[in-house]
């Protein structure tokens, strides 16, 4: 079965540059989440899209901006990047809003230097 | 995580031994409670979740109990194979979360041959 695809897979930038991460979901999924997770941490949501509308905003940076496309796949892009903003970047997709299983991807490594 | 408690932080066991690992959440309007499974660098795998109208959930060597009253949700592993080292994450969700998961802090599960 076709699971969720992260692009790039790993990712190295130098501070202050920017950097967009990109996510295609599960075919018929129109929901789409971003979470970061650095070292033994756990996953910490960011924002999420349902209907490529914004649907909920957490801890997310105001350096940071995400978006949902018409055909569904979602980009985070990344600005002024601190050193701090090295972690995987997961994102995860649902067939709604009203379907809490969440499909995760294999992750954008980010590390900035 | 921000609502969610999980216990133990480590656990180690013997093959073919049992293991639990338990959380507990404070939003009691949550009604979804999933648990993941995550090998070193990898992504978090859906394993098992379970459903506020529901009590109890199995899936071969893998259940999960919830008491809504007491807030607490538990993952039962039994005769455990070290395949089944990895860290271990519950969430909830659904509620007031529009979706996003809030994770607790994982389990490190190690099972020895």
């Known amino acids: 079965a076709a699971g969720v695809i992260q692009s790039p897979r790993h990712l190295i930038k130098e501070k202050r540059e920017t950097a967009t991460l990109k996510c295609y979901p599960i075919p018929r999924h129109d929901t789409v989440y971003w979470y970061q997770q650095g070292p033994g941490q756990d996953p910490q949501f960011l924002i999420s899209?349902?209907?490529?509308?914004?649907?909920d905003k957490g801890s997310i940076p105001d350096r940071f901006s995400a978006q949902q496309f018409s055909d569904y796949h979602s980009e985070l892009n990344m600005s002024s990047l601190e050193l701090g903003d090295s972690a995987l970047y997961f994102c995860?997709?649902?067939?709604?809003?009203?379907?809490?299983?969440?499909?995760f991807g294999p992750g954008t490594r980010l590390t900035v230097t | 995580g921000e609502n969610v408690e999980q216990h133990p932080s480590t656990l180690s066991v013997q093959e073919g031994d049992s293991a639990v690992i338990k959380c507990t959440y404070s939003d009691s309007a949550s009604n979804y409670f999933p648990w993941y499974k995550q090998e070193l660098g990898k992504r978090p795998q859906l394993i098992i979740d379970i459903r506020s109208n529901v009590g109890e959930k199995k899936d071969q060597r893998i259940a999960v109990t919830l008491n809504k009253t007491a807030k607490h949700f538990s993952l039962h592993i039994t005769e455990t194979q070290p395949e089944d080292s990895a860290v271990y994450f519950c969430a909830e969700g659904g509620g007031s979360t529009l979706g996003r998961l809030y994770f607790g802090r994982g389990t490190q599960l190690t099972v020895w041959p």
């Open positions: 899209f349902y209907e490529k509308m914004q649907s």
């Open positions: 995860a997709s649902s067939s709604g809003q009203g379907d809490y299983e969440q499909y």
